[in-house]
């Protein structure tokens, strides 16, 4: 079953933080976030396995509450750079697969 | 030296036709796999595979089936494709459960 992502879009100016939400109805095993930028393919930016781990990678961070099966990703003093669709994946224990959510349309303007 | 690798990049056919795509990775991962992308930029999985095992997603047509050679090589071969085939086929790679990495997408178009 696919996760819901939240928001849809979100555009913010150059220095701004967002916050991009992934839940699942489905006890998960691990969530991992990816970036898609317009004509290229998926890049991987963290994997959060269950255990509440909160992952840092420059100024993007994100979290796994596995009690709520939910996820988030923080992007803080948003770059130009940034500007993108996230996706997360989520994985569940007895699956060998990722279901991507519909994705988060993320522009950043100067 | 290129991670993941597919060919062709556009590919153009008409309805009925077969067809063919190629992904080869040299990452040495033991997983690969074969994600659509509709125009709506949903990413859906259609495959997995790795030496000892092929999960297939229950919604892929049987039209659809992947051929791997070997470890580093999983192709996607299509039969009588039609109209709502058309989309980006991304194949990745990956090492057991963690990261995946993308090749750079074939876009089929079928008229």
């Known amino acids: 079953q696919q996760p819901v992502q939240s928001p849809q879009a979100v555009i913010l100016r150059e220095g701004e933080d967002a916050v991009i939400n992934c839940s699942s109805s489905?006890?998960?095993?691990?969530v991992h976030w990816y970036r898609q930028k317009h004509g290229e393919a998926p890049v991987f930016l963290m994997i959060?396995?269950?255990?509440?781990e909160q992952k840092g990678h420059d100024k993007i961070s994100a979290s796994f509450n596995e009690k709520k099966q939910q996820s988030s990703l923080y992007l803080t003093a948003s770059q130009l750079s940034y500007s993108g669709t996230y996706f997360c994946?989520?994985?569940?224990?007895?699956?060998?697969?990722?279901?991507f959510g519909s994705g988060t349309q993320l522009t950043v303007l100067p | 030296d290129t991670a993941v690798s597919q060919t062709p990049k556009y590919l153009v056919t008409q309805m009925g036709n077969d067809k063919s795509i190629k992904c080869e990775q040299n990452?040495?991962?033991?997983?690969m796999y074969w994600y659509k992308q509709d125009s709506k930029k949903f990413l859906k999985i259609m495959f997995s595979?790795?030496?000892?095992?092929?999960?297939i997603n229950e919604t892929v047509p049987n039209r659809f089936s992947p051929k791997s050679p070997d470890k580093a090589h999983l192709n996607l071969h299509i039969n009588s494709l039609e109209l709502g085939d058309s989309a980006v086929y991304f194949c990745?790679?990956?090492?057991?459960?963690?990261?995946?990495?993308f090749g750079p997408g074939t876009r089929l178009t079928v008229t």
């Open positions: 990745a790679s990956s090492q057991a459960h963690y990261e995946q990495y």
């Open positions: 489905k006890a998960l095993y691990s």
């Open positions: 959060l396995l269950k255990g509440g």
């Open positions: 994946g989520t994985e569940r224990p007895s699956a060998r697969q990722l279901t």
């Open positions: 990452l040495g991962h033991d997983t």
């Open positions: 595979y790795n030496n000892k095992e092929l999960i």
